[in-house]
């Protein structure tokens, strides 16, 4: 019995090891991309003792971090990762090469990495450098952290979530300055954890981008989809700064005003050829915001549930009745409905948030 609660034991603190990695990963929400996030513990004797995550492409790995951290301690340690170390150079050098040098006992790995050049070849070399490796642990934790990763590996497409405002008679509104809407409140939060949101060219002409001022505050880029516009588009709130972090993407040749901004002209103006050019431009999710100005958005976003383009779905139940342009303030009708999973339901300041995966 006492090897069957000693062993339970070791388990709940694997478990517990790794959603410390899960939630050191976090911090960098919203700064990795195209990478994922990872974090890594070290922990020797029951004590942790290196902590790291990765915190932008281009800089060091997680597992590196946690090594500095630990300094000459790590012999016989016992490696936690949300993700399985890589093997390959890219920008930097395999983390497998670190954690062997390090002498490290046991890596305990949260899930393989989909990405090809490492794909379990991480895993094999550690095992054949003589390391214990387990792998799975709280897996289900670690693949949600990094879905918008694992999907833009996997199919080359951004994930993409649509976001919408409904009133209680469910009509779509526009409702800037809603309980979800303030400025450091929860919609703010969600599009900085996004690469991209992808916004109409008429909710650019009518409404402020949302760029946070903040030094050193990270900008989603804002694609703006520009359908049958004329050769200028005018759009009032464009400054410098906000143009910066723009991208317009049109179905013909448009001069944007009054700031200069990349413009790319799509051959065919579609949801899916949007997601693979932002995938190739590194970004792993983005963010269809569509309110009461969608505009050329409605006709993207055209069945696209048939298309699963569209991964997860966030709506924004404001406490209000609106009165509709149409014959009746109520929508009927509807053909065939798609039931959510995951769903999950809560209130910001008033408002009703519901999320769930298609
Ligand atoms: C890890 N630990 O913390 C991360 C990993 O160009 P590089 O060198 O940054 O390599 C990027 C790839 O490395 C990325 O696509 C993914 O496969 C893996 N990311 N691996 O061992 C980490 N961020
Ligand atoms: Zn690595």
Redesign the pocket.
């Known amino acids: 019995v006492a090897g069957v609660r000693c062993q339970a034991q070791a388990g709940d603190m694997d478990a517990h090891y790794m959603r410390r990695c899960v939630e050191l990963a976090r911090k960098a929400a919203g700064h990795?991309s195209?990478?994922?996030m990872?974090g890594c513990v070290l922990v020797r004797d029951g004590q942790v003792i290196g902590e790291g995550f990765?915190p932008k492409?281009?800089q060091p790995?997680?597992?590196v971090f946690a090594l500095r951290d630990a300094g000459d301690s790590a012999e016989n340690a016992t490696a936690y990762?949300s993700?399985?170390?890589?093997n390959h150079y890219?920008?930097?050098p395999p983390?497998t090469e670190a954690l062997i040098k390090a002498k490290v006992k046991e890596v305990v790995v949260g899930m393989t990495?989909p990405?090809p050049i490492?794909a379990s070849k991480?895993i094999e070399k550690l095992r054949n450098a003589g390391i214990d490796v387990r792998v799975g642990v709280e897996e289900a934790l670690c693949l949600q952290l990094n879905e918008a990763y694992i999907h833009r590996m996997l199919t080359g497409k951004a994930f993409a979530t649509l976001r919408a405002t409904l009133s209680m008679n469910g009509i779509v509104t526009n409702q800037i300055g809603s309980g979800a809407d303030q400025p450091g409140g929860y919609y703010s939060q969600l599009a900085k954890e996004y690469d991209g949101v992808i916004i109409s060219s008429e909710m650019a002409k009518t409404t402020t981008l949302p760029v946070s001022r903040e030094a050193g505050a990270k900008q989603p880029l804002y694609i703006i989809v520009a359908q049958g516009e004329s050769s200028k588009l005018h759009i009032p709130s464009l400054d410098e700064e906000t143009a910066a972090n723009a991208l317009v993407l049109s179905d013909s040749p448009v001069t944007v005003q009054p700031a200069e901004v990349s413009v790319s002209v799509l051959d065919q103006m579609n949801l899916d050829s949007i997601l693979q050019l932002l995938a190739e431009r590194g970004l792993c999710s983005v963010l269809v915001d569509f309110r009461g100005v969608g505009g050329s958005l409605a006709s993207l976003l055209n069945r696209f549930q048939e298309d699963k383009l569209v991964q997860k779905v966030v709506v924004e139940l404001s406490p209000v009745w609106m009165v509709s342009p149409g014959p009746s303030d109520l929508a009927f009708g509807g053909s065939e409905s798609f039931p959510l999973k995951n769903v999950e339901c809560r209130e910001v300041n008033g408002t009703l948030l519901l999320e769930g995966y298609l």
């Open positions: 990795t195209p990478n994922p990872v990765h492409a281009g790995h997680a597992e990762v993700l399985e170390p890589c890219g920008r930097t983390c990495d990405n490492v991480g």
